[in-house]
């Protein structure tokens, strides 16, 4: 059954440094999401991408972070220079998302990747 | 923008027992996924449920847009099911889910 990967599983950095987080989505999917759960704490959106572009964006997506696809089946997750209040896990998520709604909406999540800012 | 509040927060089982977590939201919504993130924090899809009602072995859940509500059903509880159920909505409008604060379940042997 086709899934979301992420890697890395775990990353570690520290303060002020940049990080890239990898996302391979499902791969007939259109619209590409990445949402954050810090610990103990709710999942919340950050990001939607359809089409080459950012569609929706939360008030956490600020000027530090970036997505991209550069290429036909990764999607990026860029944080320029992490805070110690960025540590936490981040869900890379895909969903079919074709016009006339139905379970294309449906966001499927990868495995996320926890990252830890020292 | 949308609500989305759970209940019970916490909930101690028995294994074999029944239980019913429910999720209320604020506003009318086009998706509505239940999720069981597992010990290791991966979240699992469970259902997709924007309304009625779907049963997948020993879980069910039923959506009742109208009143704003979702229920998830499990029965016959075991160890497994230990972990945190989000309930997660995309607003009419939107393409992003909100997710609730989550269940969080032990079910214990």
């Known amino acids: 059954e086709p899934e979301v990967t992420q890697t890395p599983s775990h990353q570690v950095t520290q303060m002020g440094q940049e990080v890239i987080l990898r996302c391979v989505p499902i791969?007939?999917?259109?619209?590409f999401y990445w949402y954050r759960q810090i610990l103990g704490q709710k999942v919340e959106f950050l990001v939607s991408?359809?089409?080459?572009?950012?569609?929706?964006k939360s008030e956490i997506f600020d000027d530090q972070f970036s997505v991209e696809r550069p290429d036909g089946s990764n999607f990026t997750l860029k944080i320029r220079s992490t805070k110690l209040e960025d540590s936490a896990m981040y869900f890379c998520?895909?969903?079919?998302?074709?016009?006339?709604?139905?379970?294309?909406?449906?966001?499927?999540f990868g495995p996320g990747t926890r990252l830890t800012v020292l | 923008g949308i609500q989305v509040e759970q209940s019970p927060p916490d909930l101690i089982l028995q294994e074999g027992a029944n239980s019913t977590l429910r999720c209320n939201f604020s506003?009318?919504?086009?998706?509505l996924q239940w999720f069981h993130q597992n010990p290791w924090g991966q979240l699992i899809n469970l259902f997709y449920?924007?309304?009625g009602t779907k049963q997948n072995g020993r879980l069910s859940a039923t959506t009742v847009a109208t009143e704003r509500y979702s229920l998830l059903y499990i029965s016959s509880s075991q160890t497994t099911d230990s972990g945190v159920y989000f309930c997660?909505?995309?607003?009419?409008?939107?393409?992003?889910?909100?997710f609730g604060k989550g269940t969080m379940l032990l079910v214990s042997p």
């Open positions: 998520a895909s969903s079919l998302g074709l016009a006339g709604g139905g379970s294309y909406n449906e966001q499927f």
């Open positions: 791969s007939n999917h259109l619209y």
């Open positions: 991408f359809y089409n080459n572009e950012i569609s929706e």
């Open positions: 506003d009318s919504v086009n998706n």
């Open positions: 449920i924007p309304s």
């Open positions: 997660a909505v995309e607003a009419s409008g939107y393409s992003t889910l909100t």
